[in-house]
């Protein structure tokens, strides 16, 4: 018997779902391997070349439908992207949670002109949804994190902090984000354009995860890279990656405010998880006393 889902995934509840999903398609999944656990938790299963998809608690049938069919717009478009699976192309309804399979991009080594490739390639991906015509909602970060406040623990002292320390900053920006200037244009955006969600496959890359795609200044798909090379990555190539988008972009074109959204929105989705391990509370703890530390002593561990 699986039980009850709960508010987010965590490995035992995703993988039970997993299994009672393999079984009803039988599908073999003695070597499944999980690839990531976040918001939504994706399983490769070796032995059919396929990744499966449970879909977190944000998702429904209308939004995961219009994944698909981005997605197919896209590689009708010449961008290439992760692709629905013919065999199992259904949205499946599992213990209250969504399910889709998609087929398997196996990752090769990306080479130190990653940077540049990717800021070419986010260009052509922003050129092609120019064309797009299905109806996307408006970007809107800040709704975002303060619907996961709400889904924090009050149970832990990592919990507590975050409900806290997130809410304060949140008020700070919302004061200073009144007056934010972008520079890049409006319209529709992948909402998470970060380089954890591309795979590089023979000398290609391809762009996954669409549940965030929404409209808004494309500033919001440049600055997850812009997070990434200030807190993950200190010798990130971010001047290649800024001037292979556009030539006199610089990370000081960017208003500050919207690095720090997008560093609360990182916070505020671990935060959900607070409580589950040490390794989660320990990694909220540190995210929210180095907010304001730049450098070494900012950096974060990937989750």
Wanted: net charge negative; proline share 3%.
């Amino acid at each position: 018997m699986i039980n009850p889902p709960t508010s987010y995934l965590t490995e035992n509840n995703s993988h039970e779902i997993l299994v009672f999903f393999c079984e009803s398609q039988h599908i073999d999944h003695r070597n499944a391997k999980l690839l990531r656990l976040g918001a939504n938790a994706l399983y490769h299963i070796p032995q059919e070349n396929i990744v499966i998809r449970i879909h977190g608690n944000d998702n429904n049938e209308e939004k995961i439908r219009l994944e698909i069919n981005i997605s197919s717009f896209l590689i009708k478009n010449g961008i290439n992207s992760a692709s629905i699976s013919k065999k199992y192309s259904d949205i499946y309804f599992i213990n209250g949670k969504y399910i889709t399979v998609w087929n398997y991009i196996e990752s090769h080594d990306r080479p130190g002109s990653y940077p540049k490739l990717y800021g070419k390639f986010l260009r052509r991906f922003h050129n092609a949804m120019n064309e797009c015509k299905f109806t996307l909602p408006l970007y809107a970060p800040l709704q975002t994190i303060e619907s996961r406040i709400k889904l924090i623990s009050k149970n832990n002292d990592a919990g507590r902090l975050a409900i806290e320390q997130i809410k304060h900053r949140i008020a700070e920006v919302k004061i200073n984000a009144r007056e934010v200037d972008f520079v890049l244009d409006f319209g529709p955006i992948h909402g998470d354009a970060h380089t954890g969600n591309t795979v590089y496959r023979d000398n290609k890359i391809y762009i996954l995860d669409f549940e965030n795609l929404a409209i808004g200044y494309r500033d919001w798909d440049i600055i997850p890279t812009c997070v990434i090379a200030k807190r993950f990555d200190l010798n990130f190539r971010l001047s290649e990656f800024l001037k292979s988008y556009e030539s006199d972009l610089t990370l000081c074109s960017f208003d500050e405010n919207l690095i720090r959204i997008r560093e609360l929105f990182m916070i505020s989705w671990l935060s959900q998880r607070a409580g589950e391990s040490r390794t989660i509370d320990d990694e909220i703890i540190l995210r929210l006393e180095t907010l304001d530390k730049s450098g070494e002593d900012g950096l974060w561990h990937p989750m």
